[in-house]
């Protein structure tokens, strides 16, 4: 160690000044060193984020302060806006109507066809006259005791029919022609109880279309109008001064007529109401297949055929109303053999253009009298009808199927024709029938049945060949809704 120190102390005086100098002092003493390049870049980064983080700071502020953060009135008009768009909602009918209303008119139609068969028994069973009194609401009820059992049995003896027809009659045999009739209005009321309450109610909830709710109001103001027509028609029954003297108690074929063909109006009315809905949303669930059908039905081959079902349409009701006259004239009961009436296929001219049934001086209205109240014309006329109407329906049959017709027609149209000819076979083979058995009241019931078959299959037909332009432009939006590109 004393060797060493000779050594430091001569080694001491050459050293530097500076490595004994703290780096604080060092570092203030010597000049700042610019900063470099990369130093710069990042602190200029720095420096403009956190400008950005204070703008994107300012616009959230103001953002949520002005719109996202409602205030009470804000909140209060946008429920108000809700609550109005909600009841705006439910006041506007919908575009379609629900599948529960075309079955409920479907089923109202079968039941006004079952009335339909059941009124003919009525008078087939000559029940029609035994209540001499309309109340709508207390004559639902039959009479209760046997008191009320004798006072409805002396309305009914102070009668034609029972003066002239059953002054054999007691008070158990009237008690049967009193529920036939009964039963039968009855049934009209029920009818028109399960058509005006649902109704009313489809409409209130907005389950059917403004066109479909039109259509319902108008069937219901029918249905009321028909109660009002039935009771007309009995009333012609209960006066002597309207038929001849010593002829059958009848109602008057007039009244009988329009009560029948209002009947099938009705009918006719919410059949086709109740197709309508069902094939407008079985043509909305395939807007496709739905353009190519009214395509095919736009075709000139098929505009030809439309029309002619369409004319035959009246023609089948034309035919009813006629014999609706055969009906209320009794004229069945006559020239009970076919296809001759007698000695020739029409009786004599004489008997065809009686001036008994001529009220006028001039005999002006002879030629229309005898069509309508002549007992052989009305015959004649329905057979006219009837014959015209089976040989119509086999043209169209033999025209559906050759040319272009063939081609052009829907598979469903093709059907619905040949369902027709069927029809009106059985019906021509039923008229027929009812005639030469004169006119027994099975038969008779049938006969009445198959014409209501018949125009339904003639209104089902006449159907199948329309598309409607507000369901055409129904399947158009819908569409172009489907193949709008998202």
Same mark, same amino acid.
């Given at each position: 160690?004393?060797?060493?120190?000779?050594?430091?102390?001569?080694?001491?005086?050459?050293?530097?000044?500076?490595?004994?100098?703290?780096?604080?002092?060092?570092?203030?003493?010597?000049?700042?060193?610019?900063?470099?390049?990369?130093?710069?870049?990042?602190? %200029?980064?720095?420096?403009?984020?956190?400008?950005?983080?204070?703008?994107?700071?300012?616009?959230?502020?103001?953002?949520?302060?002005?719109?996202?953060?409602?205030?009470?009135?804000?909140?209060?008009?946008?429920?108000?806006?809700?609550?109005?768009?909600?009841?705006?909602?439910?006041?506007?009918?919908?575009?379609?109507?629900?599948?529960?209303?075309?079955?409920?008119?479907?089923?109202?139609?079968?039941?006004?066809?079952?009335?339909?068969?059941?009124?003919?028994?009525?008078?087939?069973?000559?029940?029609?006259?035994?209540?001499?009194?309309?109340?709508?609401?207390?004559?639902?009820?039959?009479?209760?005791?046997?008191?009320?059992?004798?006072?409805?049995?002396?309305?009914?003896?102070?009668?034609?029919?029972?003066?002239?027809?059953?002054?054999?009659?007691?008070?158990?045999?009237?008690?049967?022609?009193?529920?036939?009739?009964?039963? %039968?209005?009855?049934?009209?009321?029920?009818?028109?109880?399960?058509?005006?309450?649902?109704? #009313?109610?489809?409409? #209130?909830?907005?389950?059917?279309?403004?066109?479909?709710?039109?259509?319902?109001?108008?069937?219901?103001?029918?249905?009321?109008?028909?109660?009002?027509?039935?009771?007309?028609?009995?009333?012609?029954?209960?006066?002597?001064?309207?038929?001849?003297?010593?002829?059958?108690?009848?109602?008057?074929?007039?009244?009988?007529?329009?009560?029948?063909?209002?009947?099938?109006?009705?009918?006719?009315?919410?059949?086709?109401?109740?197709?309508?809905?069902?094939?407008?949303?079985?043509?909305?669930?395939?807007?496709?297949?739905?353009?190519?059908?009214?395509?095919?039905?736009?075709?000139?081959?098929?505009?030809?055929?439309?029309?002619?079902?369409?004319?035959?349409?009246?023609?089948?009701?034309?035919?009813?109303?006629?014999?609706?006259?055969?009906?209320?004239?009794?004229?069945?009961?006559?020239?009970?053999?076919?296809?001759?009436?007698?000695?020739?296929?029409?009786?004599?001219?004489?008997?065809?253009?009686?001036?008994?049934?001529?009220?006028?001086?001039?005999?002006?209205?002879?030629?229309?009298?005898?069509?309508?109240?002549?007992?052989?014309?009305?015959?004649?006329?329905?057979?006219?009808?009837?014959?015209?109407?089976?040989?119509?329906?086999?043209?169209?049959?033999?025209?559906?199927?050759?040319?272009?017709?063939?081609?052009?027609?829907?598979?469903?149209?093709?059907?619905?024709?040949?369902?027709?000819?069927?029809?009106?076979?059985?019906?021509? #083979?039923?008229?027929?029938?009812?005639?030469?058995?004169?006119?027994?009241?099975?038969?008779?019931?049938? %006969?009445?049945?198959?014409?209501?078959?018949?125009?339904?299959?003639?209104?089902?037909?006449?159907?199948?060949?329309?598309?409607?332009?507000?369901?055409?432009?129904?399947?158009?939006?819908?569409?172009?809704?489907?193949?709008?590109?998202?």
């Amino acid at each position: 160690m004393s060797i060493l120190i000779p050594g430091l102390r001569r080694a001491v005086p050459r050293l530097a000044a500076s490595p004994f100098i703290c780096r604080q002092c060092l570092r203030h003493r010597l000049p700042r060193a610019a900063p470099s390049r990369i130093l710069q870049s990042l602190r %200029h980064a720095s420096t403009e984020s956190q400008a950005q983080a204070q703008a994107k700071a300012k616009f959230t502020t103001r953002f949520f302060s002005a719109s996202a953060v409602p205030t009470a009135s804000t909140m209060a008009a946008s429920e108000t806006a809700t609550a109005a768009a909600a009841a705006s909602a439910k006041r506007r009918f919908p575009e379609t109507s629900s599948k529960t209303v075309a079955y409920w008119l479907i089923g109202s139609a079968a039941s006004v066809f079952g009335i339909v068969v059941f009124g003919g028994l009525t008078r087939l069973t000559e029940s029609g006259l035994s209540i001499t009194e309309w109340k709508p609401v207390t004559g639902s009820l039959p009479p209760l005791t046997q008191a009320h059992w004798e006072a409805e049995f002396d309305k009914y003896r102070a009668s034609p029919e029972f003066r002239l027809l059953n002054s054999h009659m007691d008070v158990e045999e009237f008690k049967k022609i009193y529920y036939m009739e009964w039963t %039968h209005r009855l049934w009209g009321r029920l009818i028109g109880l399960s058509f005006v309450a649902p109704a #009313a109610y489809f409409v #209130a909830r907005r389950r059917v279309s403004a066109p479909v709710a039109a259509h319902l109001a108008g069937i219901a103001a029918l249905i009321g109008f028909q109660g009002f027509i039935g009771w007309w028609m009995v009333k012609s029954g209960l006066k002597d001064d309207l038929f001849a003297p010593g002829s059958h108690p009848r109602v008057s074929q007039y009244r009988l007529a329009a009560h029948l063909a209002t009947a099938f109006v009705c009918y006719s009315w919410m059949l086709l109401v109740g197709l309508g809905v069902l094939r407008t949303r079985r043509l909305l669930a395939d807007p496709a297949a739905a353009l190519k059908l009214a395509a095919a039905l736009k075709s000139p081959a098929v505009a030809p055929f439309r029309r002619s079902v369409s004319a035959l349409t009246v023609l089948v009701f034309t035919t009813v109303l006629s014999g609706a006259l055969v009906a209320g004239l009794d004229a069945g009961l006559i020239y009970n053999e076919f296809p001759k009436m007698g000695l020739g296929l029409t009786p004599p001219r004489s008997e065809l253009w009686d001036k008994f049934y001529s009220r006028k001086e001039d005999a002006s209205d002879l030629w229309w009298r005898n069509m309508l109240e002549n007992p052989s014309l009305v015959q004649l006329d329905h057979r006219i009808l009837a014959t015209t109407t089976f040989c119509t329906i086999l043209a169209l049959f033999a025209y559906s199927r050759t040319g272009r017709v063939a081609a052009a027609l829907p598979k469903d149209a093709r059907k619905g024709m040949l369902g027709v000819v069927h029809l009106v076979s059985l019906q021509v #083979a039923l008229g027929i029938s009812t005639l030469i058995y004169m006119v027994p009241i099975s038969l008779a019931a049938a %006969h009445q049945a198959g014409s209501l078959a018949l125009l339904t299959g003639v209104l089902v037909l006449g159907h199948r060949l329309r598309v409607p332009k507000s369901t055409l432009t129904k399947v158009q939006k819908k569409l172009a809704s489907t193949t709008m590109p998202r």
